[in-house]
């Protein structure tokens, strides 16, 4: 049955959960469609900064005051999305003068709070700061975590009446009367993937306004509905590093360039970035030369990342925007402020409005400006709280001394749920058993797995997102099945079995760039793992040809037979694909249209 709403917000990234969170606090009936998981596009594949506006202090002052602004918003609404790291921008030597001082004016002038160190304090901060840092802008940068903040924000919007439809493309935008008047989607199928309609069927879904959030795709959507929105897609590399080589946002203070960004992420490091402008942020290259770039010219910064291991690296694409006529020809110069796009006034045609550009610290800001505009559309009354409303998980502290003792969790185990829980801690602690830790690299306990999949489903990249379960060093070698044996409580065998392949093989795709060294001997321990003792590159039960179980007995090589009495074929693939012959993971290169795209690797 078609549904009637007042306001179809597409696109689940930072800006998209946000408008609808605004909107349904301001009580219209409002309902978010994303054709992936949340976060699938541009969100999922950024290097998790919080910026303080110091990047922008000097070439785009409007979008430093924003950020600092956000900066101390999201800090208060969002403390379990946000690791208070700090920031500093260092010199080298060959780094200019001139513009270290412009930088430092810029900061003061757009309110961004700004401490001169010496290369010696610098050091004492970050040990691991190369010897010849000269001397460094300290500022308030943090660590925040896309995915949680989404989740947490659809949560909210959920709460207070909204519809939150993911897997869900949008396959055309409803015109009639020269009026836009909602969107069709099609309810997708496939392992793992969670939804509130028949899969594979189509739904009308109609309502008083259109939001076009989807980022670097909002041209596709545009043009569904017959109007030009001329996105500038810009690329850009970050590679993962194993372990925390700095806890602090470290940026090189340089006019501009690639390679010039290190954010601490939870137990990672995560090293950024390019910036290339494509074509289609669905096709571009992935090219071995960017990763290198990374590790070679931050490691000028960070001596140590030169010999640190590689967990994996991924691309995202930014959603620039320029307004028509602006002609700038270096992706770097333009603006990282935001645009809304109201069609009725600039293309004639009523009932969808397009934002575009931004950043994801100031998402809310952005959502904020587009659910004014709607309102004023629809001639709804009502105020915005987001600035002020906690999303769920921030309301408190959580109490980590008291989880400690009642729940018996080891303190790094406790300290971790309780940052990634926030309030919630109790209520989800309370209603499962805490103990086992499921992924021992990132601390998640049984009782996180089990909340996240009773939000999720079988979706195990859903649940990947909420927890961090197989984002640590194993990159799921170790956890995966564990993960998944959580699934057999509820759901049947073949649905448990795909889920996990699905999530195993999302985990492979970000370490195909990094096959070297001690990666490449985790890779293949991986895969002994589950291609060999988990039997995953020829497992009877999984395969539709008959297996010649005699060759067990026999202790010959074990090979399945085809229907013509042929041995083998497919089980030679397994060391390319990540261990399971059927599926294309290896060759994709984690594409933005898998679930492999929304987890940013971090």
Known sequence: MDQQVDVVVVGGGSTGCGVVRDLARRGLDAVLVEKGNLTHGTTGRMHGLLHSGG??????????????????????????????????FVKRPEDSEEYFQEKLEGCRACDIPAEVIDGEEARRREPYLAR??????????????????CVANAADAREHGARVETHAPVTDV????????????????????????EPGTTEEIRARHVVNATGAWAGNVGEMAGVDVEVRPSKGVMTVM?????????????????ADIIVPHETACILGTTDEEVDDPEDYPEEEWEVDLMIETLSELVPAL??????????????LYEPPGTGTEDPTDITRDYFLLDHGDRDDLPGMTTIVGGKLTTYRMMAESISDHVCDALGHDATCDTAEAPLPGSESEARMEELMDEFGLRSPVARRSGQRLGSRADDVLDEYDPNPVVCECEGVTRAEVQDAIGDAGSDLNA???????????CQGGFCSHRIAAELAQEYPEPVVRDAEDELYQERWKGQRHALWGRQLSQAMLNHLLHATTMNRDGDPASLDDEVDFGAFDAGAETEPVGSDGSRGGESGAAATDG???????????GRADDDAATDGGI
């Open 55 to 88: 990047r922008y202090a000097v070439s785009d002052q409007k979008s430093a005051r924003e950020c600092i602004e956000e900066n101390r918003v999201l800090r208060d609404i969002a403390g379990h999305c946000v690791e208070e790291t700090g920031g500093m």
């Open 132 to 149: 010849d840092v000269e001397k460094a802008i300290a500022l308030p940068d943090g660590a925040v975590d896309p995915f949680r903040l």
């Open 174 to 197: 409803l015109v009639e009367d020269g009026e836009i008047v909602g969107v069709e989607i099609e309810h997708e199928t496939g392992p793992g993937k969670r939804v509130h309609r």
């Open 242 to 258: 194993n372990t925390r080589q700095v806890d602090t946002v470290i940026n090189r203070c340089r006019p501009k360039g690639d």
């Open 306 to 319: 030169e010999d640190a291991r590689t967990l994996r690296s991924f691309w995202g694409v930014r959603p």
């Open 463 to 473: 649940v990947r997102l909420r927890t961090r379960a197989s984002m640590g060093n």
């Open 579 to 589: 261990g399971r012959a059927d599926d294309d993971a290896a060759t994709d290169g």
